[in-house]
């Protein structure tokens, strides 16, 4: 029972990062647009709301992990999704590689795993 709740958590972070991509797609570029037009575009995109819906989804789900794990092992798992978000911001969006960043995922993995261990 417990791997199956350790593998929802990491669906739940991969839900969470096409949740991030999918609304940062939908929001394009900054336009230099006021404030109001920004949420003007927000709320008439597809994609936008597409990332909400799978926020909402993640959320639903993360209560059924909670109730499985304790939240010391779930919650390091959240910090999964830097890494999902930053490699798939690379490929996908075409956003900059930097190393800095992938020695700072680095150490989210270890971290994360030292977590995991000691579980």
């Known amino acids: 029972m417990k791997s199956i ?3 929802l958590a990491v669906f739940c972070v991969l839900l969470s990062s ?3 991509l999918a609304m940062k797609r939908g929001m394009g570029a900054p336009s230099g647009a006021d ?3 920004t ?3 927000a709320l008439t995109s597809p994609m936008v709301w597409l ?8 959320a639903v789900l993360w209560l059924w992990v909670l109730s499985r794990l304790d939240v010391s092992l779930a919650y390091p798992l959240v910090s ?3 890494v999902v978000t930053m490699v798939l911001g690379v490929l996908w969006l075409g956003e900059p590689f930097s ?3 992938v ?14 261990v000691d579980a």
């Open 39 to 41: 949420y003007l575009h």
């Open 99 to 101: 190393w800095l960043r």
């Open 51 to 58: 990332g909400l819906v799978l926020y909402g989804a993640s």
């Open 80 to 82: 999964l999704g830097f």
């Open 5 to 7: 709740a350790i593998g």
């Open 103 to 116: 020695a700072g995922c680095t150490l989210i993995v270890v971290g994360v795993s030292l977590l995991a």
């Open 35 to 37: 404030v109001g037009a």
């Open 18 to 20: 096409a949740a991030q």
